[in-house]
Nanobody
Framework: QVQLVESGGGLVQAGGSLRLSCAASGRTYSRAAMGWFRQAPGKEREFVAAISRSGISTYYADYVKGRFTISRDNAKSTVYLQMNSLKPEDAAVYYC?????????????????????WGQGTQVTVSS
């Protein structure tokens, strides 16, 4: 079991930055790939970024590549999402998620059904 709690959301102007954090607890965290997803009002939840259990491999959606950076500190059981050059279209509820497997590939970690554990989300609002 893994419990996930997101924080760091808020209101920011377009072009600004935010860093989201996801604190994890549970014995399987260290073996799990972690991901960030987001859901804007009236839209389906979509993949943002993922990181392997070691932190060596990362994978990004094209629409955030070059602007967002995912990282993890396994000593603190925390995953981060640094978001720079934010755009109004980045506004959404951001969710942290953990897979229940040690398997990692880009197609696997970008698929919602690969994740067994989800946080409750943190709101990001970007003003234009």
């Amino acid at each position: 079991q893994v419990q996930l709690v997101e924080s760091g959301g808020g209101l920011v102007q377009a072009g600004g930055s935010l860093r989201l954090s996801c604190a994890a607890s549970g014995r399987t965290y260290s073996r799990a790939a972690m991901g960030w997803f987001r859901q804007a009002p009236g839209k389906e939840r979509e993949f943002v970024a993922a990181i392997s259990r070691s932190g060596i491999s990362t994978y990004y959606a094209d629409y955030v590549k070059g602007r967002f950076t995912i990282s993890r500190d396994n000593a603190k059981s925390t995953v981060y999402l640094q978001m720079n050059s934010l755009k109004p279209e980045d506004a959404a509820v951001y969710y942290c998620a953990a897979t229940g497997s040690t398997y990692y590939s880009g197609s696997y970690v970008s698929t919602q059904s690969s994740y067994d554990y989800w946080g409750q989300g943190t709101q990001v609002t970007v003003s234009s």
